[in-house]
């Protein structure tokens, strides 16, 4: 059994200079928990995974790579982009403990646990750096979502973090001192209306393009140049 558990963000005080439109970005963020849990087990039979996504109560079984209309899309993604090796099957459990929409990168967060985790059944072994460009690239180039890079990089470096984003979406993370006290202070409320971030942010570029005509954020498609891995 693979469990992961990651973090959730908050307060994240300077989002939006993390987009491809907004920059040069300068972000402090807090992750917190409890956030997303993926557990990911062994079980009989050859190249099959069963997702179980418990907040949803949906449970089914995907080929991996195989042509399917996508029920949960970053899930699906996710395990595409990292199949289990060989022949392998595996059962994989999805929980969050706070709900989808809310304003807490729960997106991130699934992405990032998902690969983290399928990057550990493989017997590999990525920088946490990596594991947040890499959910951030299933979001924004698998998927066609926007997103800022603030999310992914909470989520995979967990605490209190200070980001730059001086070309999207490579940033430098500075960890900084935990405040243990926090803990205990925080309390979220959430007023049970989701939104979808990435229509958020096409709502954002377009209202840009309408007061800067031949600005280029009228484009679709963020400009993407991914850090090099080390």
């Known amino acids: 059994m693979i469990e992961v558990s990651v ?20 972000v402090l963020n807090i992750a917190v928990t409890p956030g997303v849990d993926v557990s990911i087990r062994k079980i009989q039979g050859a190249g099959v995974v069963v997702l179980d996504v ?4 949906d449970r089914y079984a995907i ?4 042509s399917r209309v996508a029920r949960h899309p970053l899930v699906e993604a996710a395990i595409d982009e990292l199949p289990p090796a060989g022949d392998m099957a595996v059962e994989v459990r999805v929980r969050s403990a706070v709900p989808a929409g809310c304003g807490m990168g729960t997106s991130a967060a699934v992405g990032v646990a998902m690969l983290g985790g399928f990057a550990e059944v493989r017997s590999e072994q990525w ?15 698998v998927l066609g979502l926007q997103s800022g890079i603030q999310d992914q990089l909470s989520s ?13 979406p490579e940033a ?5 001192p935990e405040w243990e ?22 709502k954002v570029v377009e209202h840009i393009a309408r007061r800067v005509p031949g600005s280029s954020v009228a484009c679709e498609t963020p400009p993407l140049r991914l850090a090099k891995r080390s």
């Not at 920088?127 to 924004?140: K, S």
């Not at 995979?156 to 999207?168: D, H, T, W």
């Not at 803990?183 to 979808?196: I, K, P």
């Open 7 to 26: 973090p959730v963000r908050i307060c994240d005080n300077g989002g939006w200079t993390d987009t491809w439109f907004g920059g040069p970005g300068r």
């Open 172 to 176: 430098s993370v500075w960890r900084m």
């Open 127 to 141: 920088p946490l750096i990596d594991v947040a460009y890499r959910a951030h690239r299933l979001e924004v180039e």
């Open 54 to 57: 418990e907040s949803l109560g």
């Open 156 to 168: 995979a470096f967990g605490g209190i973090n200070y980001l730059e984003i001086e070309s999207y």
């Open 181 to 202: 006290e926090l803990d205990c202070l925080l309390t979220l409320v959430f007023l049970g209306r989701a939104h979808d971030s990435s229509a958020v942010h096409r």
């Open 63 to 66: 080929v991996p790579g195989a």
